[in-house]
Nanobody, 115 residues
Framework: QVQLVESGGGLVQPGGSLSLSCAAS????????MGWFRQAPGKEREFVAR???????KLADPVEGRFTISRDNDKNTVYLQMNSLKPEDTAVYYC?????????WGQGTLVTVSS
């Protein structure tokens, strides 16, 4: 089993930047990919970004060009750098780790984009 601890959320003005991190512990050698989803108030959870073990990454269309996902294998940590933030980016951001078909979620961290 993998445990995930997220950090880095907060309040930021439109156009600003924030960086989220997600540290994995436990059976990290079995993780195939890590990434992020988000859930805005009243909406379903949606995919944001993923980082595969191969090094391939994928970003959702709404964040392409503004967000970057990266991973530090030595620290078993995945990062989400969010630039040019918009009010519609406001959501609880959840880190996940996928091991075969088993998905583990982090506790979530709130990102609020508001002036």
């Amino acid at each position: 089993q993998v445990q995930l601890v997220e950090s880095g959320g907060g309040l930021v003005q439109p156009g600003g930047s924030l960086s989220l991190s997600c540290a994995a512990s436990g059976s990290v050698n079995r993780v195939d990919q890590m990434g992020w989803f988000r859930q805005a108030p009243g909406k379903e959870r949606e995919f944001v970004a993923r980082y595969m073990n191969s090094g391939l990454t994928k970003l959702a269309d709404p964040v392409e060009g503004r967000f970057t996902i990266s991973r530090d294998n030595d620290k078993n940590t995945v990062y989400l750098q969010m630039n040019s933030l918009k009010p519609e980016d406001t959501a609880v951001y959840y880190c996940y780790a996928l091991q075969n078909t088993l998905i583990t979620w982090g506790q979530g961290t709130l990102v609020t984009v508001s002036s």
